[in-house]
């Protein structure tokens, strides 16, 4: 197995990092602000990014990239924004267990949007998933 083009490693290993984003992010909310620790957040991530692009090699010059480029990059930094800010607000009154699974009813979402924006096409085994997923989004949020 090459991990540098196995897109399931990678998948996993961002799975991992979001469970671990889940509960370091519950344990520092604690006594501030939601936005604010979002703020923050993405300052290290943009520090820490910069840093790893610049050592790697792969910085390239930002301007050279196609105008389309830029709109969905923008919109898609713009959607991360609004997530992450949604994110810690639940968690910030949620328990990691109950919010962390519901915030992956994004699975189902990216779904039915990949079928209509992007012409994907998953078969029966890959929809029989993603409507699990979905149960048990509803089975989270049903009230005791």
């Given at each position: 197995m090459t991990t540098a083009g196995n897109w399931f490693f990678w998948a996993a290993m961002s799975a991992f990092f979001a469970a671990l984003?889940?509960?370091?992010?519950?344990?520092?909310?604690?006594?501030?602000?939601?936005?604010?620790?979002?703020?923050?957040?993405?300052?290290?991530?943009?520090?820490?990014?910069?840093?790893?692009?610049?050592?790697?090699?792969?910085?390239?010059?930002?301007?050279?990239?196609?105008?389309?480029?830029?709109?969905?990059?923008?919109l898609s930094g713009l959607a991360t924004g609004a997530s992450w800010v949604c994110y810690f607000r639940a968690l910030q009154i949620g328990d990691a267990s109950k919010v962390a699974p519901v915030d992956k009813f994004s699975l189902v979402l990216v779904a039915i949007f990949a079928f209509v924006f992007l012409g994907e096409r998953p078969g029966a085994r890959e929809w029989l998933g993603i409507l699990m997923v979905g149960a048990g989004v509803v089975v989270l949020g049903l009230k005791k």
């Open positions: 984003t889940a509960i370091f992010a519950k344990i520092g909310l604690k006594g501030v602000d939601s936005d604010f620790a979002t703020l923050i957040r993405t300052a290290v991530i943009i520090v820490v990014l910069t840093a790893f692009v610049v050592a790697t090699g792969k910085w390239s010059n930002p301007w050279a990239l196609q105008n389309k480029t830029w709109l969905f990059l923008t």
